[in-house]
């Protein structure tokens, strides 16, 4: 079993704090089993993923200050960089969508807006996507359309590109561009501090990880990206297509090839298709061979 472990201070009460980090568990589909002075809480399995699902114990201590000392202690079953990586990058999401938590409930009038009101209807269940909660309606035609339920979460989507994540988090999988769901892509969505945005989002720092896996310098700027991979800097024309700069990398690299310093390891599978992870991040690029690519996370 890999562990891992951090703490960060709050500027609440224990109570408070504990019932602000059981908010926002909740909101990233995370099953809470225990509350109150210690929460207990586990992903839920994910069928299609190749990591176990992470377990966190998050303890509550009142420090002299008047604020609280949260210590973080995050297990996951099996070894290995995906697990492990998994693990810290669920853990980090936690505790930035934990602490933006708090320090809106401390902030003045004024911060981000509330969540929209439900589309699609009454709603049952709490899945947001890009603040606005999607009615059942809406969400029974969604998941008609693809042939799957949608997890209970909070959620980004760029309806450029197709990609979308866990809000405040990286990049976790790409879909079909244009569905009318949610409100408009927030550049904090991610609550990147990369300087890199795209589609009007600012990158999470894995994200940007993953993309010099392809493209080697990723320069901070404003650019769009299109569903084919398509690119240039905004209002720009396309100057480059990142799709093709996998294949190109794939290429170059052919076979089993480490990246030297950044603990990294790729493999060739034939026809073209491959797949590079790092180790210290768990992320990566997965090419079908046939123009397909995504960036995920273990």
């Known amino acids: 079993m890999s562990r891992h472990s951090e703490q960060f201070r709050a500027p609440r009460s224990a109570d408070e704090t504990a019932r602000l980090c059981s908010e926002v568990l909740r909101s990233l589909g995370w099953q809470v089993m225990q509350s109150g002075s210690a929460l207990v809480a586990s992903e839920v399995k994910n069928p299609l993923a190749m990591h176990s699902p992470a377990q966190l114990e998050i303890l509550f201590a009142p420090d002299s200050g008047g604020g609280t000392r949260v210590v973080v202690n ?11 990586g998994h693990l810290k990058e669920a853990m980090a999401r936690f505790r930035v969508m934990a602490e933006q938590s708090i320090s809106r409930a401390v902030a003045p009038a004024g911060g981000p807006p509330a969540p929209h009101p ?70 904090d969505a991610s609550n990147g501090n990369t300087g890199v945005f795209i589609n009007g989002r600012e990158l999470h720092y894995l994200d940007v990880v993953g993309l010099q896996q392809i493209a080697g310098a990723v320069n901070p700027g404003r650019y769009w990206v299109d569903a084919q991979g398509n690119g240039g800097y905004e209002g720009g024309a396309a100057v480059f297509n990142l799709r093709l700069m996998a294949q190109q990398a794939a290429a170059a690299r052919g076979g089993l090839w ?39 996370n273990r």
């Open 118 to 187: 439900p589309a699609g209807g009454t709603a049952s269940r709490a899945v947001l996507v890009n603040g606005e909660r999607l009615g059942d309606e809406a969400l029974r035609q969604l998941e008609s359309r693809f042939q799957a339920t949608v997890p209970e979460g909070n959620y980004w989507y760029d309806k450029v590109s197709g990609a979308w994540g866990q809000q405040g988090g990286p990049a976790q999988g790409l879909t079909l561009p244009g569905l009318e769901v949610g409100g408009p892509l927030r550049a």
């Open 258 to 296: 480490t990246t030297p310093g950044s603990a990294g390891v790729g493999e060739s599978y034939g026809g073209g298709a491959w797949a590079y992870g790092n180790a210290n991040t768990g992320i990566g690029v997965l090419s079908d061979g046939e123009g397909g690519m995504m960036i995920f």
């Open 74 to 84: 995050g297990s996951i079953f099996g070894f290995g960089p995906f697990q492990s």
